[in-house]
Every structure is written in structure tokens, then in C-alpha cells.
């Protein structure tokens, strides 16, 4: 009899496993994949880690979290400065003075602030109520434009008008020649790629692959005193209410016979007749020196019945939904739910762990 089971070895699933067997508790993993680490997972190819579910940065100004991660394995230096390709012109991001000079050819923020000031007078001051009116009152027309509209609509399937405000609002804008996407004090890759910092987090833990907790759910909850779940929440509770809506995503690996693709490890492709998002070129991550190079392409789709959830959906629809299931959970006196798909988040990395970190607090779990 283990004390928890877990479901699922993504991020949540792993640092709880992690914490409880610290504590002196038995416990057993469950992981539906053929491998550990959920969307984090990397795999070596041509000596490069190529992140199988697309490109994936660690970043926190969360100092316990920072150190929490690099106690198990040691983070380089890498900082994420995504470009972004518009009809054959590269911008730099996060949109910055380096971008405003390349539209613009203004250098001083004061001209910058200029041209912005001037095209957001023409959305008004309404208070923006979708992604669309919220990134024209940010940072008007042009780069919204040529920046924004296209990709945002190719990453969520539908206009601009009918996605969150607040998904934009992750993106800074900035009057500095900077081109660091993250606004954190820390941030990196771990030496050796994702799946070696997972690996440690889960040495010495029980991990069962390719098994499915849905599949044989009785079964698995007779092994175990308390369950920890970290898939999607609708698939727990049968979709009894209809399904929540994801984004999925289909990622095209390709080996390129040559040193340097592309020149930097994240272009966003943000026009939308080019039908993928982004192109990935893993080497970068990690600086490493090798005659080939690893590529992907990364395009955003409907989720399916059949389809990997990747990207919850929080528009009020959705989140109506979720409300009905989550007075489901607070019924199921056995299982804990958490992570992205269970808590259907747009969580990132630091954020799933300050959210597993929370829920062993609940547990009486000391770190
Ligand atoms: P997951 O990683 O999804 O793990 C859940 C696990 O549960 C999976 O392994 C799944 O197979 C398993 N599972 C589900 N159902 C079952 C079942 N029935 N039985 C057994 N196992 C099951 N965050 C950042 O901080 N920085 C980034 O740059 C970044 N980039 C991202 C890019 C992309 C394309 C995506 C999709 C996400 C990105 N994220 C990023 C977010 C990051 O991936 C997540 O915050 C984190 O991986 C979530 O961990 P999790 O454990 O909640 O979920
Ligand atoms: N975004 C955009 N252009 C870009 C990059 C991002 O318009 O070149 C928008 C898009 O709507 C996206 C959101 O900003 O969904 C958040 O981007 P982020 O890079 O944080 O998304 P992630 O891939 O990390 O989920």
C-alpha cells in the first residue's frame, strides 16, 4: 500500500513525489508517456537536447524556487531573446527599443513613446476588453500588426477579439535596448537539458511509464492511501459536463546538415500566412559545438478528442466549465488536483512549483 499515487511526472506530479518521499512517505508515480517529465522532457539528438514540446525556459524572481531547482541540478546562463520574422524582416522581441528603431528608425525612447503614444490615441481609452484591444492601448497598430495579430490568432485558432486581455499582457514592452523576453531576476537551462534536472528531482522514486491512472482508475486508487492527479480535470470526471477546450500542438523535428540554422534558438513566425508559430534551433539553448543542427517547427492546433491538451483555454466560457468541475474536486475527499491541466492554468515552470510547493503545504509536508 503506498501512501500517495501520483499521476503524472510532469513538473507537479515530480517535485511532489519528490517532497513526500522526503518526508518518509511510500509513494508511486503513474506516467501515461513512454518517458518521465512531461512537457519539459528533452531527448538527445546529434549531441544536441532538443526540447520535444517545444522550447522551454526556465524563469523565476522567486529565490527559493531558483535554488530549489539548481539543487538538484546546475543551470547555464541562457537568456531568452526570441526574434521575430514578418514578411522577410526580423524584429527583435520582447518589443523594445531595438524593435521600435527597426520599424520606426526611432532611437531615443523619447521618439519611441512618440510614434506609440500617437497610434494608441487613435484606439482611445476604453478599458480593453479582449487581447486585441488590449495590445492596441499597449502599444498600438504597428506592432500589433505585424507582431502580434498573426501569431497570437495562428496560436489560439480564433480572432484576436475573443482571446483573454491578460494573455498579452505577459509579453513587456520596454523604452531599453533589451532584448531579454523574461522581466525575472532568474533564469537559465539546466546543463544537460530538462530531463536530467527531472531525473533528479525523481532518483530513487518508483515511476510506472506508459500506464494509463484513467484506464484502470479503481484499480490504481485501491493501491493507495491518497492520490495525486496532474492530468487534464475534465478527463478525471469522464468530461460529465463537456469538455473544456485546449490548444494542442504538433511539433515537426528536423535534422539540418549543417553548424547554425538559424542563428538563435527561438524566430516567431508572427505572419499568419506562414503556417507554423515558431522554429526552435535546440543548440543554441545550451551553446554546444557540433557539425549538425536540430530544428523544429512548431505549429498550434485544435485539440481533438485524440490530441496532447497543451494550452488550457481561460475565456469565460471555459472558465465556467472549469468552475462545475472544480465543485466536483471538492468532493473527492482522496484525490488532490494540481498542475496545468488539472488546475487548467497557464501555468509556467516556477509557477507549477510554487503551486506543488503550496499543495504540500496543505499536506503538512515541511521542505
Ligand atoms: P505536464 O508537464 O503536462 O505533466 C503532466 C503529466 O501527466 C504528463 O506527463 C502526462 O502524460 C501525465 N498524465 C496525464 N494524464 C495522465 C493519466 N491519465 N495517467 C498517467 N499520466 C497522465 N514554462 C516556462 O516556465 N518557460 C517556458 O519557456 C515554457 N515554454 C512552454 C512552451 C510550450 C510549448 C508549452 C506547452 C509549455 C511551456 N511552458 C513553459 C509551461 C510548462 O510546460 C508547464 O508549466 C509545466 O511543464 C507543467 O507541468 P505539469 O506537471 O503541470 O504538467
Ligand atoms: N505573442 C505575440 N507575438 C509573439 C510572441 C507572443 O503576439 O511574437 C503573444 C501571443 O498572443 C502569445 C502571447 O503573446 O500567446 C504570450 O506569449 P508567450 O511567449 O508568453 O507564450 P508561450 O509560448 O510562452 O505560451
Not at 509513494?27 to 537536447?49: A, F, M, P, S, W
Not at 492546433?301 to 475565456?315: L, R
Request: include cysteine.
Amino acid at each position: 500500500m503506498y501512501d500517495y499515487l501520483i499521476v503524472g511526472s510532469g513538473l507537479f506530479g515530480s517535485v511532489c513525489a519528490r517532497e513526500l518521499n522526503r518526508s518518509g512517505k511510500k509513494v508511486l508515480v503513474l506516467e501515461k508517456r513512454d518517458h518521465i517529465g512531461g512537457n519539459i522532457y528533452t531527448e538527445q539528438r546529434e549531441g544536441i537536447n532538443v526540447h520535444k514540446y517545444g522550447a522551454h525556459i526556465f524563469h523565476t524572481s522567486d529565490l527559493e524556487i531558483w535554488e530549489y531547482v539548481n539543487s538538484f541540478v546546475e543551470f547555464n546562463n541562457f537568456i531568452n531573446s526570441p526574434m521575430a520574422m514578418f514578411k522577410d524582416k526580423i524584429y527583435n522581441l520582447p518589443f523594445n527599443m531595438n524593435t521600435f528603431y527597426q520599424l520606426w528608425g526611432t532611437k531615443t525612447p523619447e521618439d519611441a513613446r512618440a510614434v506609440i503614444a500617437k497610434q494608441k490615441s487613435l484606439f482611445g481609452s476604453v478599458e480593453p476588453q479582449n487581447l486585441e484591444e488590449q495590445a492596441l492601448s499597449l502599444v498600438g497598430k504597428d506592432i500589433y500588426e505585424k507582431l502580434i495579430k498573426g501569431y497570437t490568432e495562428k496560436q489560439w485558432g480564433r480572432p484576436a477579439t475573443e482571446i483573454p486581455a491578460f494573455i498579452i499582457r505577459r509579453l513587456p514592452v520596454r523604452f531599453t535596448y533589451d532584448n531579454n523576453y523574461f522581466t525575472d531576476r532568474y533564469q537559465g537551462i539546466p546543463i544537460g537539458g530538462y530531463t536530467a534536472l527531472i531525473e533528479a528531482i525523481l532518483a530513487g522514486i518508483k515511476v510506472e511509464t506508459n500506464t494509463d491512472y484513467l484506464a484502470d482508475q479503481e484499480r490504481f486508487n485501491s493501491l493507495a492511501k491518497n492520490v495525486i492527479y496532474t492530468g487534464p480535470i475534465d478527463a478525471f470526471f469522464n468530461h460529465k459536463f463537456g469538455r473544456l477546450e485546449y490548444r494542442s500542438l504538433k511539433f515537426e523535428h528536423e535534422v539540418k546538415d549543417t553548424e547554425n540554422w538559424q542563428g538563435n534558438a527561438v524566430v516567431n513566425y508572427t505572419d499568419k500566412s506562414v503556417p507554423y508559430t515558431r522554429i526552435l534551433e535546440h543548440k543554441h539553448f545550451e551553446k554546444v559545438t557540433t557539425p549538425k543542427t536540430v530544428i523544429t517547427r512548431e505549429y498550434s492546433t485544435p485539440c481533438g478528442e485524440k490530441d496532447e491538451p497543451y494550452y488550457p483555454i481561460n475565456d469565460a466560457q471555459n472558465s465556467a466549465l472549469l468552475e462545475q468541475y472544480q465543485q466536483e474536486v471538492a468532493a473527492q475527499s482522496k484525490v488532490i488536483f494540481g498542475g496545468r491541466l488539472a488546475e487548467y492554468k497557464y501555468y509556467d515552470m516556477h509557477q507549477v512549483i510554487r503551486s506543488a510547493f503550496d499543495t504540500l503545504e496543505k499536506l503538512g509536508v515541511s521542505r
